[in-house]
């Protein structure tokens, strides 16, 4: 089956740094992918759709300057926080979409601790 | 809008009894339906799914039906065991989104 990998697992970082996180469909082609965020004991929050070659498309009340999508190529988008603080610590799951766009494929998820 | 609805946990059962975590929803057109779990430490992994009104999704002895009248997907099984452990979460695909519920988390007793 269809796998969507993202690294790192788990990161902690410092206050006011930036933290990158990668989201790959490792056997598949994914000109879409989804980011969501995770806090605990919630659902899931769709924070923007990744959209090869062009912008990414942000829900409302997601910060842009904050959160940085690139998708880079076909099989690689990113995610990256910038400035972090620690309201931004949370569990960040990617998805792409195969098979006519009636599945998502989810990533294992990347836990960020910013102290 | 569109939205889910799913009943608050935890729900805690003992092995080999019946379970039925309840799933309700909103929509403006005709989505797709899906149930999702997410064991301790992991991702998202797709459970079963429903595209159209009567369908039923099943797998590793879990079933929902796509009910259009009452606006429902139900999750159940026959028989629970410890492995399935874990938080379910309903949810429904309209135009390239997805939408989640809250998630139950699902507590199995041996």
């Known amino acids: 089956g269809a796998v969507v990998s993202q690294h790192p697992s788990r990161v902690i970082c410092k206050s006011g740094t930036s933290v990158k996180i990668e989201c790959r469909s490792l056997?598949?082609?994914?000109?879409?992918m989804f980011w969501y965020r995770q806090f605990p004991k919630q659902s899931l929050m769709l924070m923007a759709t990744?959209?090869?070659?062009?912008?990414?498309?942000?829900e409302q009340g997601v910060e842009k300057d904050k959160f940085l999508i690139n998708h880079a190529s076909l099989t690689l988008s990113t995610l990256t926080v910038t400035s972090a603080h620690p309201e931004d610590s949370s569990f960040y799951i990617c998805?792409?979409?195969?098979?006519?766009?009636?599945?998502?494929?989810f990533g294992p998820g990347t836990r960020l601790t910013v102290l | 809008g569109n939205s889910v609805t799913q009943m608050e946990g935890p729900v805690t059962l003992s092995e080999e009894a019946f379970l039925t975590i309840n799933c309700t929803y909103t929509?403006?057109?005709?989505?797709?339906l899906f149930w999702y779990v997410q064991y301790p430490g992991e991702g998202l992994q797709l459970l079963l799914k429903?595209?159209?009104?009567?369908d039923k999704g099943s797998n590793k002895g879990f079933e929902a039906t796509y009910r259009k009248e009452t606006t429902s997907f139900h999750l159940e099984k026959g028989s629970v065991q410890v492995s399935d452990s874990a938080v379910y979460f309903c949810?429904?695909?309209?135009?390239?989104?997805?939408?989640f519920g809250k998630g139950t988390r699902l507590h199995i007793l041996p």
């Open positions: 990744s959209n090869e070659g062009s912008k990414a498309t942000y």
């Open positions: 929509a403006t057109g005709y989505p797709s």
């Open positions: 429903a595209t159209k009104a009567d």
């Open positions: 949810a429904l695909y309209y135009l390239d989104k997805i939408i």
């Open positions: 998805s792409a979409p195969r098979g006519g766009h009636n599945e998502q494929f």
């Open positions: 056997d598949f082609q994914a000109t879409t």
